[in-house]
T-cell receptor, first 111, second 115 residues
Framework: ELKVEQNPLFLSMQEGKNYTIYCNYSTTSDRLYWYRQDPGKSLESLFVLLSNGAVKQEGRLMASLDTKARLSTLHITAAVHDLSATYFCAVDGGNGNDMRFGAGTRLTVKP | KAGVTQTPRYLIKTRGQQVTLSCSPISGHRSVSWYQQTPGQGLQFLFEYFSETQRNKGNFPGRFSGRQFSNSRSEMNVSTLELGDSALYLC??????????????FGSGTRLTVV
């Protein structure tokens, strides 16, 4: 069964600092997705990583995928308060299977 | 272009009742998936529909059912509601012929509270 593990689950950062969220998964998959969720809101797509070595950047966030290591990272550069949210990674189960989500990382950026 | 529309946004039901939630996918998207989100279990897959056929089902009891219409709109039904069914129910649509493809677009969700 496909398992997706994120760490850390909770992250409190100071504004201006850098940090990385890790997403490990248990079976082979070439597709990995990152979503953001604000409290009480739905999921907003951040990145779609479709192949080994894929790297995507948007503003202060950068995501990468290593399918051999079954690992994706979401790097936060010079955090600002507006980045406070819960971040989920999700993996395409393949062969018509569903998308499996990690437990989420609740990020709080403090001034 | 319109996103994924879910109705209603909020629902309060009593134990034992049944409920129907509705989802209209993005125009042109034929794949619709449903997820349940709770603080304890996180995001759990319920089922996926494509061209009116259920292609995949998660590990939920038979009280949870769904269907998809010819215009790709989807409904999910929960019968004999239990307190543990209280959750945010999210619908997502995709252009892909199978699975999430280039990713799901999620609706705003229906917040169901069972009392």
């Amino acid at each position: 069964e496909l398992k997706v593990e994120q760490n850390p689950l909770f992250l409190s950062m100071q504004e201006g600092k850098n940090y990385t969220i890790y997403c490990n998964y248990s079976t082979t998959s070439d597709r990995l997705y990152w979503y953001r969720q604000d409290p009480g809101k739905s999921l907003e797509s951040l990145f779609v990583l479709l192949s080994n070595g894929a790297v995507k950047q948007e503003g202060r966030l950068m995501a990468s995928l290593d399918t051999k290591a079954r690992l994706s990272t979401l790097h936060i550069t010079a955090a600002v308060h507006d980045l406070s949210a819960t971040y989920f990674c999700a993996v395409d189960g393949g062969n018509g299977n569903d998308m499996r989500f990690g437990a989420g990382t609740r990020l709080t950026v403090k001034p | 272009k319109a996103g994924v529309t879910q109705t209603p946004r909020y629902l309060i039901k009593t134990r034992g009742q049944q409920v129907t939630l509705s989802c209209s996918p993005i125009s042109g998207h034929r794949s619709v998936s449903w997820y349940q989100q709770t603080p304890g279990q996180g995001l759990q897959f319920l089922f996926e529909y494509f061209s009116e056929t259920q292609r995949n089902k998660g590990n939920f009891p038979g009280r949870f059912s769904g269907r998809q219409f010819s215009n790709s709109r989807s409904e999910m039904n929960v019968s004999t509601l239990e307190l543990g069914d209280s959750a945010l129910y999210l619908c997502a649509s995709s252009l892909a012929l199978q699975g999430p493809g280039y990713g799901y677009t999620f609706g705003s969700g229906t917040r169901l509270t069972v009392v």
